[in-house]
């Protein structure tokens, strides 16, 4: 007769732990939600021709006029500022930025891939902050783009009437950095949008109303009303592209200062950002 006997089973291999991620894989994640969308790559194709066509246009309206003043006698040379960096392209500039900052966040939340990220991540302010990184690089890359390409296109318009300055010019660099920066401050505010609405639609409209139509509620009539208006984006971006000089003592003009308008430049976005970090800790997925 024989006797069974049981064959001990190989004790299973303990389960290895996987290394956290770092923070630059979270960039590198990031990065590759980012670029893997078709729709992003051609929407920051044509936003860059409407702004530098935009540039165009502008400038070859001014051509005319200076044609038609027929001034070919050498005249002092000034910058055109918003020949260079036109209001209507910029504002669509800021609108396009802060819509897909917005989309940034909200695209997770609305596709459910944000229940994914937060279990392979659980500290989620990483990845808001790992989003804010990409998206800041990447508008800063392409509002230099943008900047240059509408300046060059414009200063080589004018100088048919000898109209155009060189980038020496004072004046041309702050109006420079000043529309390259634009576009990161407003997609960061854009992503804080996003972050907290959660909701596509409701964050495209809540960014449209925060940069391009809160401001015009407060007239420079008042001191009050015209100091909240300073507050805003497109207030302080175009304070910073024009290159007067304010009038000391004149109490009719109560325009925002250089200093102030850098100091808007910087606050939206760390606000926005730190909005969007205490927002998605405080709040389940």
């Known amino acids: 007769m024989t006797t069974l006997t049981s064959v001990p089973q190989a004790a299973s291999a303990a389960p290895v732990a996987e290394p956290p991620a770092r923070f630059r894989d979270l960039l590198a994640s990031e990065w590759i939600k980012m670029r893997s969308l078709r729709s992003t790559r051609w929407t920051l194709v044509f936003i860059a021709l409407f702004v530098v066509g935009s540039s165009a246009v502008a400038s070859l309206a001014d051509l005319d006029n200076l044609a038609k003043s027929g001034s070919d006698a050498p005249r002092v040379r000034e910058f055109l500022c918003f020949d260079a960096c036109p209001a209507a392209g910029y504002m669509t500039l800021m609108l396009v930025a802060g819509s897909i900052g917005a989309v940034t966040v909200v695209s997770e939340y609305s596709s459910g891939l944000i229940r994914t990220t937060s279990?392979?991540?659980?500290?989620?302010?990483?990845?808001?902050?790992?989003?804010?990184?990409?998206?800041?690089?990447?508008?800063?890359?392409?509002?230099?783009?943008?900047?240059?390409?509408?300046?060059?296109?414009?200063q080589a318009i004018l100088s048919e009437r000898h109209a155009g300055v060189s980038i020496t010019h004072p004046g041309v660099a702050r109006a420079m950095v000043a529309s390259t920066l634009v576009a990161p401050v407003c997609a960061l505010v854009g992503l804080g949008l996003g972050a907290l609405i959660r909701h596509t639609a409701a964050s495209m409209v809540a960014t449209l109303f925060t940069l391009l139509m809160l401001p015009t509620l407060f007239s420079q009539s008042q001191q009050w009303s015209a100091d909240i208006n300073h507050m805003m984006v497109v207030s302080a971006w175009k304070r910073l592209v024009q290159s007067w000089e304010e009038i000391p003592g004149s109490s009719l003009i109560r325009d925002a200062t250089v200093s102030g308008s850098w100091a808007v430049y910087a606050l939206w976005p760390l606000i926005a950002v730190a909005l969007a970090v205490v927002v998605v800790r405080h709040r389940d997925v």
């Open 119 to 154: 279990v392979a991540v659980p500290a989620r302010h990483s990845v808001v902050l790992a989003k804010a990184v990409v998206v800041a690089a990447v508008w800063t890359v392409v509002g230099a783009i943008i900047s240059t390409g509408a300046f060059l296109v414009s």
